[in-house]
């Protein structure tokens, strides 16, 4: 029988670990937006930014600003930086920036609405299969064109696929952006499973897709997008005919270890992590109603694709390792690489737009012959 002392001392030893293993567990897995307010300041025709890697980075960018962050700010090249600050061009506002410094939330969204892709887009919903109902946007194409269905990241919004939607109206295709619970404005739900359950609504979406005439279905998805695409095509090899994948997450256990490695926390509480969340104990204990199953998590290796795949990343990427891509790319025959310019994670199309868009555009375009 351990004394009163020693499980005393257990608890203390313990504890701390079991909070900082919840904490890194929600790290992954949490769906709460993590977008920091910056104080931003107007200086005639500019934006003054205090001076990050994020702010100084070349491209366009969004920023979030007014009551509950609702209005945009479309900002442009960068005019001066010095050790404190960035100063950057305004292009276009929503709203009359205010003279006295403001709160901001620095984004990618480079556009505030669909309506700045097309005029005649349509909010609809897409029935699932549990009986509930998932918002999505349509953008309509050609009556005989293919339909590209557009899944976003964790932790983000529609609006961040609209870089994706606007390659596909060049190329006359429908678009169809969905959400999926979890998502930034999707069905609630308090976790990702990121990607092991997600793939269900995605699969509705395409049945959603055929159901209204689409004659093809392509893919095209961001980040944790990415699983829930390859895991869809796990269970369904021909669920759809082509596929695209920017900045892609392909091995969660590895993307784990990453950001314990970024963190510069000790190796091993990767695997306590990990394991904890592939539990059914572990996962309860933190708060994830099932356990995560990390060797599916995992569609490098033993996972076969047999589509089309088109894969756009950046080595910039400190989120997700371009290695893992890298990896992805060798282990899969049917997948083409393209490296943009140096860019934080999924960024490419803010970073290096040109080629962004004329290579998904090409990309979209090219017809899957059909059987």
Do not use: C
Not at 23 to 40: D, E, Q, S
Not at 295 to 313: A, K, N, S
Not at 343 to 351: I, S
């Amino acid at each position: 029988m351990i004394p009163a002392v020693g499980i005393v001392a257990i608890v203390v030893v313990i504890a701390p670990i079991a909070w900082l293993i919840r904490k890194l567990a929600f790290r992954v897995v949490g769906v709460a937006p993590r977008r920091k307010a910056i104080v931003a300041r107007r200086v005639g025709d500019s934006v003054e930014l205090p001076r990050s890697v994020l702010t100084s980075a070349p491209g366009r960018y969004g920023l979030w600003f007014g009551e509950e962050f609702q209005q945009h700010i479309l900002i442009g090249p960068v005019h001066r930086v010095d050790e404190r600050y960035v100063l950057r061009s305004v292009l276009s506002s929503t709203s009359t920036i205010p003279s006295d410094p403001f709160e901001a939330q620095l984004t990618g969204h480079v556009m505030n609405s669909p309506s700045e892709v097309d005029p005649k887009w349509e909010d609809i919903a897409i029935p699932l299969s549990d009986g509930e109902v998932a918002p999505a946007w349509l953008f309509p194409g050609r009556d005989d064109a293919p339909w590209v269905i557009h899944v976003e990241g964790i932790r983000t919004s529609r609006l961040v696929t609209l870089r994706s939607v606007e390659a596909a109206e060049r190329a006359g295709l429908t678009s169809l952006v969905i959400t999926y619970r979890g998502a930034g404005d999707g069905p609630a739900a308090r976790v990702s499973y990121l990607g092991q359950r997600e793939w269900l609504d995605l699969a509705d979406a395409v049945r959603f897709a055929r159901s209204r005439g689409a004659s093809q279905v392509y893919v095209v998805a961001w980040s944790m997008g990415a699983g829930i695409a390859l895991e869809l095509l796990r269970h369904d090899p021909t669920a759809f005919e082509r596929l695209a994948l920017i900045a892609p997450a392909t091995n969660w256990m590895a993307i784990v270890r990453h950001g314990i490695r970024r963190a510069r926390l000790p190796a091993f509480l990767a695997a306590l992590v990990t394991r904890t969340m592939a539990s059914s104990a572990g996962s309860k204990l933190i708060g994830i109603p099932a356990p995560l199953d990390f060797h599916r998590l995992d569609w490098i290796d033993e996972f076969t694709l047999g589509i089309p795949t088109l894969v756009i990343h950046s080595d910039g990427d400190e989120e997700i390792p371009f290695e893992l891509t890298r990896e992805f790319a060798a282990a899969h025959g049917t997948v083409k690489l393209v490296a943009t310019k140096t860019a934080p994670h999924g960024w490419e199309a803010n970073v290096d737009p040109e080629l962004f868009q004329s290579t998904l555009t090409a990309w979209l375009a090219n017809p899957v012959p059909t059987t």
